[in-house]
C-alpha cells in the first residue's frame, strides 16, 4: 500500500516563496521516481517535476528556473521549493509515484 502525504501550502504573495514536502510510505524500490503535478480546478493535472533516487531530474518549462525539485532518500521525502511565485501559480499540487499513486493534495494560494 502506498501512501503519499504532501504538506507546506498555503497564502503567499507575488514573489513570495514556499516550500513542499511529501512522504512516502511505501518500500524503497517504489519511491525509485517520484514527482510534483498541480491541478487548476475543471483541467487536468499538470507535470511539473520528477526526481529520480539517483539525483537525476526533469522539470516542466514551466517552472524550470523558478522552482527545485529535491529528495532526501533516507527520509523517503521529496521537497518542491518554489521562488518567485505568480498568480497563476495558484492551484492545488499533488505528490506522485508512478502506477497512479497520488497524495491528498496541498492548496497553494499566490496573492497579488
Known amino acids: 500500500q502506498v501512501q503519499l502525504v504532501e504538506s507546506g501550502g498555503g497564502l503567499v504573495h507575488v514573489g513570495g516563496s514556499l516550500t513542499l514536502s511529501c512522504t512516502a510510505s511505501?518500500?524503497?524500490?517504489?519511491?525509485?521516481?517520484m514527482a510534483w503535478y498541480r491541478q487548476y480546478p475543471g483541467t487536468q493535472r499538470e507535470f511539473l517535476a520528477r526526481?529520480?533516487?539517483?539525483?537525476?531530474?526533469n522539470y516542466s518549462d514551466s517552472v524550470k528556473g523558478r522552482f527545485t525539485i529535491s529528495r532526501d532518500n533516507a527520509k523517503n521525502t521529496i521537497y518542491l521549493q518554489m521562488n518567485d511565485l505568480k498568480p497563476e501559480d495558484t492551484a492545488v499540487y499533488y505528490c506522485?509515484?508512478?502506477?497512479?499513486?497520488w497524495g491528498q493534495g496541498t492548496q497553494v494560494t499566490v496573492s497579488s
Open positions: 506522485n509515484i508512478p502506477g497512479g499513486h
Open positions: 511505501t518500500d524503497r524500490l517504489s519511491t525509485n521516481v
Open positions: 526526481i529520480f533516487r539517483s539525483g537525476t531530474v
